[in-house]
T-cell receptor, first 114, second 110 residues
Framework: DAGVIQSPRHEVTEMGQEVTLRCKPI?????LFWYRQTMMRGLELLIY????????DSGMPEDRFSAKMPNASFSTLKIQPSEPRDSAVYFC????????????FGPGTRLTVL | RKEVEQDPGPFNVPEGATVAFNCTYS??????FFWYRQDCRKEPKLLMS???SGNEDGRFTAQLNRASQYISLLIRDSKLSDSATYLC???????????FGTGTSLTVIP
C-alpha cells in the first residue's frame, strides 16, 4: 500500500523565491498534518486539516506560509517569499480520524534556502 | 513550559544493554501517548502506543504514570539496529494535535 507521498524530496532555492511543497495522504485518511523539523526546535506542527478543512493553523510561523487542501487526496504548503531561516525538513502526515489515531509520516521534503 | 520534555541524550550503550528513556508532559488533560522512532534522515514512525496499564512489545516496554505525568520506554537486550532517535508523543483529550518531544538519541555500540 502506498504511504504518504511528498514531493519534491529535496528543494534548493534562493532567498525570495516561492516554494511549494506537495503531499498526498494515505487514501481514506481524514486528517492531514504539516510539520517542520529543525535541529534547534525539533518537530513542530504547522497546520492540520480535518476533512479538508483547516482546523488549527496557529503553528504557521507567519504570513509567508500558507497551506491548502483542495481535496481529500492533495495538500500544498507554500512559502512566499522564502528566507534562509525556513531551511528545514517539512513532513506531511495523515491519520484516519485525527489526533486519537496513529499518524503516518511521509518521507519529508528537505528545503534549503540560500 | 513545553508540552512534552525529553532528555536529548545522547545515550551510548553497548549491545545487549538495557536502556530507559523518560518523558514528561505538562497538560494533565493529555489522553493518548505514543513512542515514535526516527532514523537518521528518515521520517518518524510509530514504535508503540502507551496504555494506562503499561504494555510490552518484544524487547520494548512502555509505561505511563498519570499521577506524575510521565511516560517511559525500556529497551532490553539492545541491538545495533535500535540506534535511532526516540520521540515521545502526547495528544490532548480535545483537539487533534500531537505534541512531539525533541527526541532522545540512542546509539548502540558493538
Amino acid at each position: 500500500d502506498a504511504g504518504v507521498i511528498q514531493s519534491p524530496r529535496h528543494e534548493v532555492t534562493e532567498m525570495g523565491q516561492e516554494v511549494t511543497l506537495r503531499c498526498k495522504p494515505i487514501s481514506g485518511h481524514n486528517s492531514l498534518f504539516w510539520y517542520r523539523q529543525t535541529m534547534m526546535r525539533g518537530l513542530e506542527l504547522l497546520i492540520y486539516f480535518n476533512n479538508n478543512v483547516p482546523i488549527d493553523d496557529s503553528g504557521m510561523p507567519e504570513d509567508r506560509f500558507s497551506a491548502k487542501m483542495p481535496n481529500a487526496s492533495f495538500s500544498t504548503l507554500k512559502i512566499q517569499p522564502s528566507e534562509p531561516r525556513d531551511s528545514a525538513v517539512y513532513f506531511c502526515a495523515s491519520s484516519l480520524r485525527g489526533g486519537q489515531d496513529t499518524q503516518y509520516f511521509g518521507p519529508g521534503t528537505r528545503l534549503t534556502v540560500l | 513550559r513545553k508540552e512534552v520534555e525529553q532528555d536529548p541524550g545522547p545515550f551510548n550503550v553497548p549491545e545487549g544493554a538495557t536502556v530507559a528513556f523518560n518523558c514528561t508532559y505538562s497538560n494533565s488533560a493529555s489522553q493518548s501517548f505514543f513512542w515514535y522512532r526516527q532514523d537518521c534522515r528518515k521520517e518518524p514512525k510509530l514504535l508503540m502506543s502507551v496504555y494506562s496499564s503499561g504494555n510490552e512489545d518484544g524487547r520494548f516496554t512502555a509505561q505511563l504514570n498519570r499521577a506524575s505525568q510521565y511516560i517511559s520506554l525500556l529497551i532490553r537486550d539492545s541491538k545495533l539496529s535500535d540506534s535511532a532517535t526516540y520521540l515521545c508523543v502526547v495528544n490532548r483529550k480535545t483537539g487533534n494535535q500531537f505534541y512531539f518531544g525533541t527526541g532522545t538519541s540512542l546509539t548502540v555500540i558493538p
